[in-house]
Each structure stands twice: as C-alpha cells, then as structure tokens.
C-alpha cells in the first residue's frame, strides 16, 4: 500500500462516518431550525396529503381552494400531479407560501411509470431479485424525471388468498422470498441514497396484515394470532425498514379489532419503537375517517385524535388533520410535541430530498424526455417481462414452436387485447407502446407462414358463442395457440372475486377446441391464480403470463418459440378449487395427517376434493431438465454458533440452457410451537447448460432454523431439522436429518 492509498484508507476509515453523522445533524438541526418558525397551522399542513387530479384541471371552486391551501402553507404533500409542468407550476405555487415549504409529489407507481413492467405478483415469479431490483429502478427513474419524489410501492403484504384482487401488488404467499423482494424492491425505487434524481422515495404498505383480510374481501377486518402476525406478516416490512425504506403506509383493515390507522401497537411500539423506525407514516386514502364508519372513532375529530396518537404522521385525503387537528391540539386533547414529531419526520425526508436547496430539482423537462425516451427501457422490460413467465405443462415437449413450416392458429379474446397486459395499476402508460401477443408471435413467424387468427368469445359473460370460426381455423392449423385470462381490471384494488375460475365461456371455447383433436398450447393471462380445472387437466401445454406489462407479447413469443427457456417458478399457490382457500405450502402435519390419499376417514381432509393444489409454491418447468444428486451436509450436528454446508450437485440432463431455481426447505420436527412442514430458507437461480453440472452450496445457521417460540422469542431450539432441496415445495429431490444441539 502505498502513502497516497493509506491516506484515503484513513480518510474511509476515519473520517467518512464522521462526515455523514455531522450531515446528518446538519439535517436535524435545520429541521429544528425550520420547526421553530413555524406555527401551528403551518406544522399541521405538512401533515396533510391531497390528491391533485383536480388542481392541474380546468377552473373550479375545488382548484381554487386548493390552491389557496398550498399557498397558505396548509398541504404537505400531493398525490396525483405529475409531469414536469405539472410539478413545476404546484410547487411554485407552494413557494409563494410564507416558509416556501416544498411539497413532496407522490404517485402509485407500482410496476412502471411510462414503461410498464410485469405486475409485481408476475415479477415475483422470476424469484431473480437484481431483475426486479432493475424493474424498480427504471420505474424510479422515469418517475423522478417527471417531477415525482414518491411512490407508493412496494406492497409487501403477503397474501394467500387470490379472492383478494390485490394479490397482483405483492410478492406472494411466501415470507422468506416475499422479504427479499421488498428489499430488492425499495433498494430498486430508492437508488443508492435518497436525493438522487434517479430515484424516488419507497413506501412500504401497508402496515400491517392487509393480505389477509377476511374471506379475501377488501377493506376487510384482519383477525390473526400474535405468531402469524410476527412469523408471517411483519418480516417483510422489518426487512424494508432495515433496508431504508424512507416512508409506511397504513392500511385499511382493523388488525385484532384496532384499525390499523389507530394501532398504536403497531405503528408505535413496534414500528417507531421497537424498529426504531424515522421514516414517516402516511394513512391510506382515507382510512383516517374510515375509522368513524369502522365504529373506532365518534366522529372524524375523534378520528383524527386517535390516529395522530397511534402514529400516523401524513393523512392521505381524509382531511380531518386539517380540520381538527388545531383544534384538540388547543383543547389539550393532543400534545402539541406529537405534531412536532410527525412534522420532523416527514421534514426531514424533504431535506434529504434536496429539495429545499432546489424545490424543482425533479422537475427538469429535458431530462424528463431524454428519460422517458430511453430505448433501452423496453429491453429490460422484456427481460424481466420473460423471467416472469411459468409453464405449468408442457405434455410431450411440444414447446417450443418451430418458426416456420408450422400453421398456427392463435385464438382466444386476449390474442389481440393491449390494455389488458398493464394490468391495474398504470400511471401514465403510453397504450401505444404495448406489444399484444399477436405481434409477438407474428414478428418471430417466418414471412410466408401464415397466422390464422380468431377470438372466439368475450372474456366475460354467459351467452353461448358461437365457436364454428374458431373451430375452422383449429382444423386447418397445425397447432392451436390460445390466449385466456382476466381482463386487466379484474383484479387489482376493489377487484375480490368470489369465484376465480377462468370468467365467462372461456373454458367452454377451449373443450370446443381440444376436442378438434389439434395439439393446445393455452396462455394464461390474469393478475391472480386463476381455476383452470378441464385447461390443466386436457391442454397440451400451459404458459402462466400473469399481466407482462408493454413487452407481454415479445416476451410471450420469446417462450413460445425458445428464443427464452422458461425459468419462473410460482411464487403463490395454485388452488383447485375455492373451497380450499386460503391454501398454501406452509400448512401443518396436524394430529391426523392423509398419508394415503384413498384413506382418509377420520383424517384432516375433505371428502370432495384432495387437500393438495392444483399447483403448488416454487412450481415451474423448464425446456430442459435437471437432475439433483449427491447431498451431502458438512456435519449432522451443530451448535447455536456454528454452521452446516449444504451441498449438492445440479445437472442439466436436457437439450437446452437454462436456469434452474433450486429451493431450500427446512422442518424443525419437534418444537414448543408447532412448525409447518416446510419453510423456505434459501433458493439460488442456476444457469447451467446442456449436459453442464454444478455444485451449489447453501450455508445453515441458527438463524435458518429460528421461529418464534411459545414466548414470542426468535430463537432456535435444539432438536432434529429435515433439510429438503427442491425444484417445487411439492418435488423434494433431495432430503437429510440433521440436529441442534
Ligand atoms: C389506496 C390504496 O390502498 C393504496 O395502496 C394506494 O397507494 C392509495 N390508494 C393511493 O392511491
């Protein structure tokens, strides 16, 4: 090392953490400074949230009104401006203000902003988190260069229940991978520090146990045990808090009987406390005085009290900040010190910002087009767009297609459909930028090669098509390809279904087809799981594609014809029927478990359907195969400090390269708690290609075989664990007993 070398060795040392905690204070003490000025209307008008769709539009009584808020200093924060000269002209407005406050704009920009990228449930599936580390940070940059500082994504509620139309904004069922999803995804909207232009502000929401709202209604009452709360539904949001996550959101449901707008369990003495969280808290669109009809609170002054005690520090829409908050703040009802604290937070994230050195930092109108132009964004759509992919079937390889020689017939009511590929979350999609999955496959075809085309039914509705068109086409193809699903606002918020089986006369259309005797090659389109009973049982092939976003139809067509070799595994699973939800695979052995499916009186089960799912979490098949072999555990016994490798060999025994995603599952069989048969603790995604064997390694420590024990504790007890290797939680390849002592 030379001196040049030491010197900045040092300097790393030494001086940087001095340097960032002294900018830190730097920060706090203008937030105090700033504090000290402000009275206590102007304090609680950064504590209000307000939707801007009408501010920007034609003259009227609402615009003016607003307006008028934002000049006087009484709004904190937007929601729904967006653009350039949008921002530009609000924000000028907000400076005209006495303190010249900025305002913070904010927008649900869940899986794109003018790229539209897989819906996040679709993404989850790729389980390749530096794909949707990148998804989320083009979606942040494109937002960022139009004047947006927020967003409100990501979802980590885990949900394992596809009544729930909003399954399509999370990561799935599943705990483990659903945590390191919302780390790659706030990592992805934050960028590396809060402030670059590149980047907006993450909100992890919604806090907390929204995904399992009752009977999969929305807006619904929660009711969970403290185990299932802490095993099950918080890691995520700690896991977005330790990742810097700047902002929470709130949600709509009670959690126990306590709306969780007015859980001070929840957002103080966990989040704030506990996780020592100094982000701020935003309510939901109205959920401040949803409490009222909630039967929590009196009135919406009531309202407001309970939630600014409980912690929710920005109120979204509902207004009774703004109309109560002086008020029981001057009756002594609130201590003047919670506005404070509430305004501190959100402050100082307009510090860190920038944006009181420059309030229109993100609103720059040529980086807005350069960004929002940016070729290379369709690309990494359609990259994580493939990976997004599953097949579910693929009964005599008969994927891939060959691109010429072969006459397809392409049909079904979404063949041609472009909206439907956004999905229900889009901000400002540009429509004409959606590539549907008949251009897709056409631009892969062979000029000469003909592509029959008809959509045979609607996607809902009940009256009886006719399907002679669609059957005349399959007569004269060589291979029927059919494109079936939801449309894209069947799911989403507001959007539970009672009944999820493949809508309207769909199925229908494909027994018509089938029965031609043609091979069937069924695309499946949805923002859910959907039922598919007669399609899983009789399709040839069967390619889950979710919602895919403006690269839908290429990336489609780069799995129908093996430009792309199918690697995405379920990251939710798959029921057979309604009556099983919710259905998951971390369920319990229980005291009477079916061992032998032909034998089940008296046993945990039903007698009209198997307990087991159509398809089951971590399935999903491949153009090649792979063989797992040769486990071997550097030791079967360890203490609390020490660790096991587990090893073992994958090969590619197919045709093709690919990616495999092999999956760790462990069982503690005996616990103070019972444990649910298998957990996932750790997946690696493999390329290898044909014929190429690897050896892949995952380490076992004392946090891989902790849970919450009868006293609430994390902890590992001693005892024997099954460590299970798989290509689905349902397909253990490999399996070995070892034991803590
Ligand atoms: C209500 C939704 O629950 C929430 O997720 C969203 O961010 C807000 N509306 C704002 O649009």
Same mark, same amino acid.
């Given at each position: 090392?030379?001196?040049?070398?030491?010197?900045?060795?040092?300097?790393?040392?030494?001086?940087?953490?001095?340097?960032?905690?002294?900018?830190?204070?730097?920060?706090?003490?203008?937030?105090?400074?700033?504090?000290?000025?402000?009275?206590?209307?102007?304090?609680?008008?950064?504590?209000?949230?307000?939707?801007?769709?009408?501010?920007? *539009?034609?003259? @009227?009584?609402?615009?003016?009104?607003?307006?008028?808020?934002?000049?006087?200093?009484?709004?904190?924060?937007?929601?729904?401006?967006?653009?350039?000269?949008?921002?530009?002209?609000?924000?000028?407005?907000?400076?005209? @203000?006495?303190?010249?406050?900025?305002?913070?704009?904010?927008?649900?920009?869940?899986?794109?902003?003018?790229?539209?990228?897989?819906?996040?449930?679709?993404?989850?599936?790729?389980?390749?988190?530096?794909?949707?580390?990148?998804?989320?940070?083009?979606?942040?940059?494109?937002? =960022?260069?139009?004047?947006?500082?927020?967003?409100?994504?990501?979802?980590?509620?885990?949900?394992?229940?596809?009544?729930?139309?909003?399954?399509?904004?999370?990561?799935?069922?599943?705990?483990?991978? *659903?945590?390191?999803?919302?780390?790659?995804?706030?990592?992805?909207?934050? *960028?590396?520090?809060?402030?670059?232009?590149?980047?907006?502000?993450?909100?992890?929401?919604?806090?907390?146990?929204?995904?399992?709202?009752?009977?999969?209604?929305?807006?619904?009452?929660?009711?969970?045990?403290?185990?299932?709360?802490?095993?099950?539904?918080?890691?995520?949001?700690? $896991?977005?808090?330790?990742?810097?996550?700047?902002?929470?959101?709130?949600?709509?449901?009670?959690?126990?009987?306590?709306?969780?707008?007015? +859980? @001070?369990?929840?957002?103080?003495?966990?989040?704030?406390?506990?996780?020592?969280?100094?982000?701020?808290?935003?309510?939901?669109?109205?959920?401040?005085?949803?409490?009222?009809?909630?039967?929590?609170?009196?009135?919406?002054?009531?309202?407001?009290?309970?939630?600014?005690?409980?912690?929710?520090?920005?109120?979204?829409?509902?207004? #009774?900040?703004?109309?109560?908050? =002086?008020?029981?703040?001057?009756?002594?009802?609130?201590?003047?010190?919670?506005?404070?604290?509430?305004?501190?937070?959100?402050?100082?994230?307009?510090?860190?910002?920038?944006?009181?050195?420059?309030?229109?930092?993100?609103?720059?109108?040529?980086?807005?087009?350069?960004?929002?132009?940016?070729?290379?964004?369709? #690309?990494?759509?359609?990259?994580?767009?493939?990976?997004?992919?599953?097949?579910?079937?693929?009964?005599?390889?008969?994927?891939?297609?060959?691109?010429?020689?072969?006459?397809?017939?392409?049909?079904?009511?979404?063949?041609?459909?472009?909206?439907?590929?956004?999905?229900?979350?889009?901000? +400002?999609?540009?429509?004409?930028?959606?590539?549907?999955?008949?251009?897709?496959?056409?631009?892969?075809?062979?000029?000469?090669?003909?592509?029959?085309?008809?959509?045979?039914?609607?996607?809902? *509705?009940?009256?009886?098509?006719?399907?002679?068109?669609?059957?005349?086409?399959?007569?004269?193809?060589?291979?029927?390809?059919?494109?079936?699903?939801?449309?894209?606002?069947?799911?989403?918020? $507001?959007?539970?279904?009672?009944?999820?089986?493949?809508?309207?006369?769909?199925?229908?259309?494909?027994?018509?087809?089938?029965?031609?005797?043609?091979?069937?090659?069924?695309?499946?389109?949805?923002?859910?799981?959907?039922?598919?009973?007669?399609?899983? $049982?009789?399709?040839?092939?069967?390619?889950?594609?979710?919602?895919?976003?403006?690269?839908?139809?290429?990336?489609?067509?780069?799995?129908?014809?093996?430009?792309?070799?199918?690697?995405?595994?379920?990251?939710? %699973?798959?029921?057979?029927?309604?009556?099983?939800?919710?259905?998951?695979?971390?369920?319990?052995?229980?005291?009477?478990?079916?061992?032998?499916?032909?034998?089940?009186?008296?046993?945990?089960?039903?007698?009209?359907?198997?307990?087991?799912?159509?398809?089951?979490?971590?399935?999903?098949?491949?153009?090649?195969?792979?063989?797992?072999?040769?486990?071997?555990?550097?030791?079967?016994?360890?203490?609390?400090?020490?660790?096991? %490798?587990?090893?073992?060999?994958?090969?590619? %025994?197919?045709?093709? $390269?690919?990616?495999?995603?092999?999956?760790?599952?462990?069982?503690?069989?005996?616990?103070?708690?019972?444990?649910?048969?298998?957990?996932?603790?750790?997946?690696?995604?493999?390329?290898?290609? =044909?014929?190429?064997?690897?050896?892949?390694?995952?380490?076992?420590?004392?946090?891989?075989?902790?849970?919450? +024990?009868?006293?609430?504790?994390?902890?590992?007890?001693?005892?024997?664990?099954?460590?299970?290797?798989?290509?689905?939680?349902?397909?253990?390849?490999?399996?070995?007993?070892?034991?803590?002592?």
């Amino acid at each position: 090392m030379n001196n040049k070398q030491r010197i900045r060795l040092i300097i790393t040392i030494f001086l940087m953490p001095l340097m960032a905690s002294a900018q830190k204070k730097t920060i706090s003490q203008r937030v105090d400074s700033l504090l000290r000025l402000m009275t206590l209307d102007e304090k609680i008008g950064q504590l209000n949230q307000y939707s801007g769709k009408q501010v920007t *539009g034609p003259e @009227s009584k609402v615009k003016t009104d607003l307006i008028n808020d934002i000049r006087n200093g009484r709004v904190g924060s937007m929601l729904n401006v967006k653009g350039v000269k949008d921002t530009r002209e609000i924000q000028a407005v907000a400076m005209q @203000s006495r303190l010249k406050i900025p305002l913070l704009f904010s927008l649900d920009v869940i899986h794109g902003y003018k790229t539209v990228f897989p819906i996040p449930l679709a993404e989850a599936a790729s389980w390749d988190l530096d794909a949707i580390r990148l998804s989320a940070h083009i979606a942040a940059k494109e937002a =960022a260069a139009a004047g947006i500082h927020w967003t409100f994504a990501p979802m980590v509620d885990i949900a394992r229940d596809p009544r729930w139309g909003r399954i399509m904004e999370g990561a799935g069922e599943d705990t483990y991978l *659903g945590s390191l999803i919302a780390v790659a995804r706030v990592k992805g909207f934050q *960028g590396e520090q809060l402030g670059g232009t590149d980047a907006v502000m993450a909100c992890a929401k919604h806090f907390a146990g929204y995904g399992a709202a009752m009977a999969g209604r929305d807006y619904n009452a929660v009711d969970m045990s403290e185990h299932q709360l802490w095993e099950t539904y918080l890691p995520p949001f700690k $896991a977005a808090a330790d990742a810097g996550v700047a902002t929470f959101m709130n949600s709509f449901n009670t959690l126990n009987g306590i709306p969780a707008t007015g +859980n @001070s369990y929840l957002q103080r003495n966990i989040l704030k406390r506990k996780w020592n969280y100094q982000g701020f808290v935003v309510s939901d669109w109205g959920s401040i005085g949803e409490m009222v009809p909630w039967g929590f609170a009196n009135n919406d002054a009531d309202a407001a009290e309970k939630a600014i005690k409980a912690g929710s520090d920005m109120d979204m829409e509902s207004r #009774t900040y703004k109309s109560y908050l =002086a008020k029981l703040v001057k009756e002594g009802k609130v201590p003047e010190a919670l506005i404070d604290d509430a305004v501190k937070r959100i402050l100082y994230k307009k510090f860190e910002l920038g944006l009181f050195d420059n309030p229109y930092k993100f609103s720059d109108a040529k980086r807005e087009a350069d960004v929002l132009n940016d070729g290379g964004h369709k #690309t990494i759509a359609r990259n994580v767009a493939r990976k997004s992919i599953v097949l579910l079937k693929n009964q005599g390889n008969v994927l891939p297609l060959t691109k010429s020689k072969t006459k397809i017939a392409l049909i079904g009511p979404l063949v041609k459909s472009k909206r439907d590929m956004d999905g229900s979350w889009t901000v +400002n999609a540009d429509t004409t930028q959606i590539t549907s999955l008949y251009e897709g496959v056409k631009g892969k075809l062979a000029k000469k090669t003909e592509l029959l085309y008809e959509k045979g039914c609607n996607i809902s *509705g009940n009256d009886k098509p006719d399907f002679t068109e669609a059957l005349r086409i399959a007569g004269q193809a060589d291979i029927v390809v059919m494109a079936l699903g939801e449309t894209w606002d069947m799911s989403g918020e $507001a959007k539970s279904r009672t009944n999820i089986h493949l809508p309207g006369q769909q199925e229908a259309l494909f027994n018509a087809v089938k029965a031609t005797g043609k091979p069937v090659v069924v695309v499946l389109m949805a923002g859910r799981p959907l039922i598919f009973s007669d399609i899983a $049982a009789k399709a040839n092939a069967i390619v889950y594609a979710w919602w895919l976003g403006d690269e839908a139809g290429n990336a489609i067509a780069d799995v129908l014809f093996g430009d792309y070799n199918p690697s995405g595994k379920l990251p939710v %699973t798959f029921p057979r029927n309604e009556g099983q939800i919710p259905l998951g695979y971390t369920y319990y052995n229980t005291g009477r478990p079916v061992k032998n499916p032909e034998n089940i009186i008296y046993k945990s089960a039903y007698i009209d359907s198997p307990n087991t799912p159509q398809y089951a979490f971590g399935y999903g098949l491949s153009y090649t195969s792979f063989s797992y072999t040769d486990l071997t555990l550097s030791a079967a016994k360890m203490h609390h400090t020490d660790n096991v %490798t587990v090893s073992f060999r994958l090969t590619n %025994t197919g045709k093709y $390269a690919g990616e495999e995603v092999v999956q760790l599952y462990v069982h503690d069989e005996v616990a103070s708690v019972v444990r649910p048969v298998k957990e996932l603790k750790g997946f690696q995604k493999v390329f290898l290609k =044909a014929g190429e064997s690897k050896t892949v390694s995952f380490v076992i420590n004392k946090e891989k075989l902790s849970f919450y +024990n009868s006293k609430l504790q994390w902890a590992a007890e001693p005892g024997n664990f099954e460590i299970m290797i798989g290509t689905a939680s349902d397909d253990i390849k490999l399996t070995a007993e070892m034991e803590l002592l």
